[in-house]
């Protein structure tokens, strides 16, 4: 009752304008987004979902900017213009647009950009392993010749990606005054990370404990302490950046409030940085039947991930004031299989889990079409994925003889399927963890779980919370985790996800997947620019993790969204989350919604 209270309490605000079917819609200068969870966190370096990642966006800029028609990473934004590259890879050399400003009014300068580096870098600080392994391979970036709006990034080797994931991805530039207000950055240095990150050894062996150890700078420790403070994830006072909006309000469990930031100028005058709302609004509803009556009653704007079957339901015709549509973003859905247990340790018991699941049927039944089988973490549409990994099928009498090859049979005569490990007989028995509030995952899982119970595999299902799920992920604290990852809109660099080093720290190699073949192949791909070369190794890493099962993937899902039409300007594209509310003109606001604000 609480929610729906506080539900209608956002309608109403601003004037009103006609719409499809003669109702009245808001004319308010915002645009209201459902999200289903609880953000985590809002600082650009120690948050990993993908919600925190599109409101961060709103807030923090980069030195590059991806262009969504061609979703390649070749708009200069906080820099003048592209990067000077050396022909070795090793340098890049930028100058900085003059007269940015974050939203409080200081001026960016390279100062912030070396900041900024120099805090992701830190290893000791392990909310930001799962971004950091990105930036692993630059060695230091200082000032050109002492000039403030010059900088030079020195590579300790190359990285094909390093314009796209360094400069137009994981490097937001955060203001050093407020996030390093006793300057703790400023007392270590490039050598004394570098004494961990590069002469470390194998990069698989520096887990947490192992760096704990380590004779390291005390400013290291201090500031990756301070880093992590809840705070500086949630406050307003800290979450300032130079992009068109601020934090206003984090209302917890209810919502979040971005207002313009007064400093913002478009930079370069770029379309792309044209904004129309005043206000962007982020409304948790926790219940997709909740979410879907708030929309229909005009109360939000935008849902822009709307399960499938809610989506299906969503008739245009007798709401003629909703329109929807579906996109493709390159997302794959997985189960993360905790390899550390030993019931998913052997690869034929993978192989068997996998034929268990029967992808057309839940496709079909569950997802209502809005889905691909996928046996491949690369997009099916990008040149580098390997086409010929055959689609897995089901086939329970081959998982069961698959089982069976493996030690799994039912020795006790219970009806589940056991083995004997370290002279102690186990059962195979396990749980399924997913996040809380999103029905299709658990009722996927549900059929998966009784398909599996039909070969004497006893499987749970268990739902917790985001942030507790996202914990647990992250501390190999599951058994199996259902999930999905978004892939990058340009050429897949799977290092984050599946090399052996990304298990350790937190990082986001959930299964702890370790092959040296594919960690072999996974650093080659990342320092090759021959594109011929690199297509080869692609392919050859994806099939080396198709046998391996390192993971069960599943499908690649469209995008179904639906919105309120009260918006012109409306576009989808490519580049995740495959819109940008931002640019939205609210039909009948003041001045027709667009607004620049001057820094003067």
């Known amino acids: 009752m609480i929610l729906i209270t506080s539900l209608l309490?956002?309608?109403?605000?601003?004037?009103?304008?006609?719409?499809?079917?003669?109702?009245?819609?808001?004319?308010?200068?915002?645009?209201?987004?459902?999200?289903?969870?609880?953000?985590?966190?809002?600082?650009?370096?120690?948050?990993?979902?993908?919600?925190?990642?599109?409101?961060?966006?709103?807030?923090?800029?980069?030195?590059?900017?991806?262009?969504?028609?061609?979703?390649?990473?070749?708009?200069?934004?906080?820099?003048?213009?592209?990067?000077?590259?050396?022909?070795?890879?090793?340098?890049?050399d930028f100058t900085l647009r003059k007269g940015v400003k974050f939203a409080d009014g200081q001026e960016l300068t390279g100062a912030d950009v070396i900041f900024s580096l120099k805090s992701l870098k830190n290893p000791l600080s392990t909310y930001s392993a799962q971004k950091r392994n990105y930036v692993d391979g630059v060695h230091s970036c200082e000032l050109i010749d002492g000039d403030p709006y010059r900088v030079r990034f020195k590579m300790s080797k190359p990285y094909f990606l390093a314009k796209e994931q360094v400069f137009g991805d994981n490097l937001f530039i955060l203001p050093k005054h407020i996030f390093d207000p006793k300057g703790l950055t400023d007392k270590f240095s490039w050598d004394d990370?570098?004494?961990?990150?590069?002469?470390?050894?194998?990069?698989?062996?520096?887990?947490?404990?192992?760096?704990?150890?380590?004779?390291?700078?005390?400013?290291?420790?201090?500031?990756?302490?301070?880093?992590?403070?809840?705070e500086l994830g949630r406050e307003p006072k800290y979450i300032q950046g130079s992009g068109p909006y601020k934090l206003a309000l984090w209302s917890t469990n209810d919502r979040i409030i971005l207002?313009?930031?007064?400093?913002?100028?478009?930079?370069g005058n770029s379309p792309l940085g044209i904004v129309y709302p005043d206000t962007l609004m982020y409304k948790l509803i926790a219940?997709?039947?909740?979410?879907?009556?708030?929309?229909?009653?005009?109360?939000?704007?935008?849902?822009?991930?709307?399960?499938?079957?809610?989506?299906?339901?969503?008739?245009?015709?007798?709401?003629?004031?909703?329109?929807?549509?579906?996109?493709?973003?390159?997302?794959?859905?997985?189960?993360?299989?905790?390899?550390?247990?030993?019931?998913?340790?052997?690869?034929?018991?993978?192989?068997?889990?996998?034929?268990?699941?029967?992808?057309?049927?839940?496709?079909?039944?569950?997802?209502?079409?809005?889905?691909?089988?996928?046996?491949?973490?690369?997009?099916?549409?990008?040149?580098?994925?390997?086409?010929?990994?055959?689609?897995?099928?089901?086939?329970?009498?081959l998982a069961k003889r698959m089982l069976d090859s493996a030690g799994w049979k039912d020795h006790?005569?219970?009806?589940?399927?056991?083995?004997?490990?370290?002279?102690?007989?186990?059962?195979?028995?396990?749980?399924?963890?997913?996040?809380?509030?999103?029905?299709?995952?658990?009722?996927?899982?549900?059929?998966?779980?009784?398909?599996?119970?039909?070969?004497?595999?006893?499987?749970?299902?268990q739902q917790t919370e985001w942030a507790i799920f996202l914990d647990r992920c992250r501390d190999h604290n599951f058994d199996a985790a259902y999930g999905a990852w978004q892939n990058d809109p340009y050429e897949t660099d799977n290092y984050q996800l599946y090399h052996s080093s990304q298990a350790k720290n937190r990082g986001s190699n959930y299964s702890s997947y370790a092959s040296p073949r594919a960690d072999h192949l996974l650093e080659a791909i990342r320092g090759e620019f021959d594109e011929v070369k690199r297509m080869e190794l692609q392919k050859e890493f994806q099939k080396v993790f198709y046998e391996d099962q390192g993971n069960c993937l599943l499908w690649v899902p469209e995008n179904p969204a639906v919105w309120v039409d009260r918006f012109d300007n409306v576009s989808w594209n490519p580049v995740r989350p495959g819109f940008n509310q931002a640019w939205w003109k609210i039909r009948g606001a003041s001045g027709g919604g667009k607004k620049q604000v001057s820094a003067n």
């Open 9 to 92: 309490m956002l309608s109403g605000c601003g004037g009103k304008g006609s719409s499809p079917g003669g109702v009245q819609l808001s004319t308010s200068n915002r645009v209201v987004q459902h999200v289903l969870n609880e953000l985590e966190r809002l600082n650009p370096q120690n948050s990993t979902g993908a919600d925190e990642t599109y409101v961060e966006e709103e807030i923090y800029e980069r030195l590059l900017r991806i262009d969504p028609k061609t979703s390649e990473v070749t708009i200069p934004w906080l820099a003048e213009s592209m990067p000077i590259e050396s022909p070795d890879h090793l340098t890049y």
């Open 193 to 230: 990370i570098a004494a961990i990150i590069e002469k470390g050894g194998n990069p698989a062996n520096l887990d947490s404990a192992k760096i704990a150890k380590l004779k390291t700078n005390p400013a290291m420790k201090e500031f990756a302490e301070w880093m992590v403070k809840p």
């Open 259 to 267: 207002d313009r930031n007064p400093y913002y100028e478009n930079k």
């Open 287 to 397: 219940d997709w039947n909740a979410a879907v009556t708030a929309l229909k009653a005009r109360d939000i704007d935008l849902i822009y991930f709307l399960q499938p079957p809610y989506f299906v339901k969503i008739d245009t015709t007798i709401q003629p004031f909703l329109k929807k549509t579906t996109f493709p973003l390159g997302s794959y859905v997985l189960i993360n299989w905790n390899l550390e247990k030993p019931y998913f340790s052997d690869v034929k018991v993978r192989w068997a889990l996998a034929h268990l699941i029967d992808r057309e049927t839940i496709i079909k039944k569950v997802l209502f079409g809005l889905a691909k089988p996928t046996q491949s973490p690369t997009p099916f549409w990008r040149k580098e994925y390997n086409k010929d990994l055959p689609l897995i099928t089901y086939d329970v009498e």
């Open 412 to 461: 006790d005569g219970d009806g589940i399927l056991d083995k004997e490990i370290n002279g102690k007989l186990v059962p195979f028995r396990f749980a399924f963890l997913t996040n809380a509030g999103n029905e299709v995952r658990k009722n996927v899982l549900l059929i998966i779980a009784e398909a599996m119970r039909k070969v004497g595999i006893d499987a749970d299902v």
